[in-house]
Every structure is written in C-alpha cells, then in structure tokens.
C-alpha cells in the first residue's frame, strides 16, 4: 500500500434506505489510529422490520462522537440505545435540533413502552432515562462555526430547507502532510423552507475537494412532475359536505397544512366556520414552539394558524369521532397512519363515501398508509385485526414534500467544483440507481456510489479507493 493509501475513510450505511439512516465512518491514520464516528443514528418506521430496531451492528463504545442532521426520528431515533449500550461522547447538532430531540426522543421512548407492552415483552429497546442520558451529551453548534472536535476533525453544519434545525453537515479530516478528507453529508435535503429564512451556502464550500453522501429520497421524479391535487380536493370534499382526515407528520407538515388552510380560508376558498380540528399531542407541542419562536422561524411566518383551529384532547376526540355525519377538516398525527390519534381517526371514516383521507407524505413500506394506497375503493382492508371496506375518497400527494425533488439534486450537485465522489443514501434500491445514472451524466463527479447494506466505500483525498463488503462487528 502506498503512502497515501494509509489515510483513508470508509464510508458504511447501516440502514442506506429511507429510513433509519446512521453512517458509521471509519479513519485510519497514517500513524496507524483508527476513529469511528457516526452520523444520525435513527429508528425504524415500518411495522414489520420492529426487530431491526434492536441491533446497531457495531459497538457504541468506540464511537468518538456523533453528527446529528436534523430532528426526524428516522435519524434521531436509536441515539438513546446507542447511549443505553455504552456510548458515552458527544452529539453535535443546531440549537433547533437540540429543541426538537428533547421533545422527539421523550415521546419514541413513549411509543416504544407502549409497543413493548402490546408485544406483551414489556422490553422497550430504550427508557426515559437512557433519553435523559443522551440530552446530557447533546452539544449545540452555530450554523456555518467550524468546531474543532478534535486534532483531526473539523465539523460545520450549514443551513438546510428541510426542517427547522435541519443542518448541511460537513466533515474536514486531517492529517500533517496529507490534503484532507472532506466530507459532506446532506442528511434529508430541501434548498427552501417557507418558515425559514435560509442564508446560500458559502463559496469554499463550493470550491472543496469533497464526496458528498447524499440523499436521494425522490431520486425518481422531477419537480415538473409533482401534481399539487391537496387543495383541490379538501375544497371539494368540504363543499360536499364530507369530512376531510388528514394524516401529518407532527414537525414541519403540520404546521405547513395548518398554514395553507389558513391562507384558504383567507382567499374565501374554505369558510371560516367549517370546524378545523387539530390532534396529536406531540404536533401540537411542536406547532405551539413553532409559534411561541422556540425556533428560529421568520418573524412573519409565527402567524401560520387558521384563527379557530381547536386542539383536541382524548375527551372531545370521542366525541368527534361519534360526531361522523358533520363536515369538519381533522389534521391528526402520525403522517403515515399507523400511530397516534390517526389510528382511530381513519377507520373511523374509511367507509364513509363523503369522507376524504388525504395523505401529506411519505409512506413507507407496511404502514397504514402505504396499505391503503395498495386498496382499490370497495375492498377490504385490514387495521388491527379488524376488516374495512374502503369506501372513503383516499388520496396523496408530493407537494409538501421537504426532499429535494431529482431535478433539484441534480442543480444542487452541480454547484460543487471539486466533486471527487457521490454516494447516494437514503432511498430504495432501484431509485438510487437510476439516480446514479443521472447524477453521473448530468453532475460528473469523478466518481458515483450507492450506498447498501452489503458493502462501504473507503475514499481517500482524492477519492475512491475501493468498495468492499461490509462486516460491523
Ligand atoms: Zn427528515
Ligand atoms: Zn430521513
């Protein structure tokens, strides 16, 4: 091996889909040191891959420390197991990000208590106390401030449209008589966010030698592509009476619809009367921090809610729900259907012909709201156990999507001058390699990758160097 070959990086994902993201990245030093850090470290989402959860494949306890890119809990998820395990550095992220995880984590240790006492276990993979001992190793970082981690590693966050908080994360490696390793993860990525006020990324941060692990979560479609049908359709179901179900994640898309029904009702497309219910406890914490200024949000977007939203309570729920004939909008949690006040709320209208289940999002793979899109209208489905005919109008949509739609990737990619590598996470299979193609035709990095769970990169400053099987332990 040549000298230079003794200063490398590889590049894992442990889970490179769309969800349950963490990267472990492994230094080797030319005086023959190793370090591990990892970025994100999230839970899974779909129902049936719950045992994934248990496992991180490798040992906490060599882990120097951790980058977190925003607060979704498919990349924040299974930091307090990491914790629990025997993790014990610090977890760099934005004060915004900080905010989010206090909230986020507390609740999943929550769900996952729940989920363990339905499975009849009673063995939740973390507790509240393994999420008191994570918040305490919690650093937060100022957007575009190098931090010095240490002799070796540099690390910046810069703005990123995804989510308030939501962080660009960018790794320099050094080494005395070596060019550095930079690295940049991009985490979930959008290049706006109408609650934020985003500054442009910097020109050395254009200008550096760099492999970019991105994304590529809508790999597959341009932006041209994407129908907005959202609107449209509640003003229809309202203007016939109907109840609209519209399934949200509790940060961010919440707070997004709850705007765009106030601006409907402002241009006299909804009226004011129609009842706008909002539940979840946890969106309603988040919506309450949006427009209390907990996060850094632009001034003029605090007033993003309808004037008579009503904040549901488990009471006033049952009687919504007994309540099925009236015309309402009920904006509930969890955006794919299969948690939270949403799990009622949809069986209770999904044989209701006037009722309209709009979806807002992703849904992945095994959750409800992936199962319904799979049901033609009139046929059975199934939720808990207990068999529905679809009868109710169920639809999507991509419009609010906080990913960076294929097109917008590309012109993203394209800004940087110095791309030695693109590895491409976060997305299934076949769209990360179809999006390689597009990426190597239209951005022309020296090379592209894509991310699996089989194999890792090991890149040096100059590029790749090789990919090989990966073996965690
Ligand atoms: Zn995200
Ligand atoms: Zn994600």
Redesign the pocket.
Known sequence: MGKKERFYVDVMALHPQVTGSCNIITTRFPDGRKSIFVTDCGLFQGREEEDYNKELFFKPENIKFSLVT?G?T??IGRLPLMVRKGYDNPILTTRDTQSIMAVSLKDSAKVLKSEAKKRKDNKPIYTDIDVANTMQLVKSCEFEHKIHMNENVDVTFFNNG??YGAALVLVEIHYPGEENINILFTG?YKQDNIFLDLKPLPQWLYDLPLTIVSESTYGYVDSSEIKKNFSDNVIECIRNGGTVVIPVFALGRMQEILYLLKQLQDESYLPYEIPIYVDGDLGIEYTNMCKTGVFNVKEEMKDFMPPKVVYVDKTMRNSILQDKDSCKIIVTTSGMGSFGPAQAYIPAYIDNENALIHFTGYTVEGTLGRRLKDTPKGEIVEIRGVGYRRLAKVEYTSEFS?HAKADELIEFLQKFNHLNLVLLNHGEQPVKEMFAKRVMDEVNPKNVGILGRQYFFRINPYGLVASKPTRFI
């Open positions: 925003h979704h498919d990349h995804h989510l979930d906080a």
